[in-house]
T-cell receptor, first 112, second 113 residues
Framework: RKEVEQDPGPFNVPEGATVAFNCTYS??????FFWYRQDCRKEPKLLMS???SGNEDGRFTAQLNRASQYISLLIRDSKLSDSATYLC?????????????FGSGTRLQVQP | DVKVTQSSRYLVKRTGEKVFLECVQD?????MFWYRQDPGLGLRLIYF???????EKGDIPEGYSVSREKKERFSLILESASTNQTSMYLC????????????FGPGTRLTVT
């Protein structure tokens, strides 16, 4: 099983829709998780962190389900500018927790 | 604002050439990383460094080496470029072990012909 798995999409949704992506991870000892956003032909940037209690930032909500080993990202009231690839990220547990494992990403296309 | 810069946005090299990709960060970060990104495969870690002159192999180090002589600069070297090393190369830096936000450079699109 891959360390981090995501549905590649694309998810095509109309403006104003609510969309959710899941990401599964293999190591049950993982404690923290992250969502990065990558616009077309740009570098990834941190979108939000996901801790045990979940996290909400405006229209974006990230949640963690430890029992089933997945994290989710919910986007409400989608905007055209939300079109991007969303990368699920898990810190490696060894060596030294210095590196991150990136999922291959879920592509979102918001249509007018 | 953290800034990570990479020496070239686009590079075309011939098979067998030695290729140097340079990355510089201006925020005194300890950790620096090199990834390659390919469609369907996502970001794959090549090498990382957690201090000057220190390096660790990532998931796909074969055919690559790195150099970190100064804290702000991390170089990726393709000893003898091959066509399967055609890819987007992304450099990143991060402050410390518990600081998980990684800052990426704009990437270098390398084509090996």
């Amino acid at each position: 099983r891959k360390e981090v798995e995501q549905d590649p999409g694309p998810f095509n949704v109309p403006e104003g829709a609510t969309v959710a992506f899941n990401c599964t991870y293999s190591n049950s000892a993982s404690q923290s998780f992250f969502w990065y956003r990558q616009d077309c032909r740009k570098e990834p940037k941190l979108l939000m962190s996901v801790y045990s209690s979940g996290n909400e930032d405006g229209r974006f909500t990230a949640q963690l389900n430890r029992a089933s080993q997945y994290i989710s990202l919910l986007i409400r009231d989608s905007k055209l500018s939300d079109s991007a690839t969303y990368l699920c990220v898990v810190p490696r547990l060894n060596p030294g927790r210095r590196a991150l494992t990136f999922g291959s990403g879920t592509r979102l296309q918001v249509q007018p | 604002d953290v800034k990570v810069t990479q020496s070239s946005r686009y590079l075309v090299k011939r098979t067998g050439e030695k290729v140097f990709l340079e990355c510089v960060q201006d925020m005194d970060h300890e950790n620096m990383f090199w990834y390659r990104q390919d469609p369907g495969l996502g970001l794959r870690l090549i090498y990382f460094s957690y201090d000057v002159k220190m390096k660790e192999k990532g998931d796909i180090p074969e055919g690559y080496s790195v150099s970190r002589e100064k804290k702000e600069r991390f170089s990726l070297i393709l000893e003898s470029a091959s066509t399967n090393q055609t890819s987007m190369y992304l450099c990143a830096s991060r402050l410390g072990v518990l600081e998980y936000e990684q800052y990426f450079g704009p990437g270098t699109r390398l084509t090996v012909t």
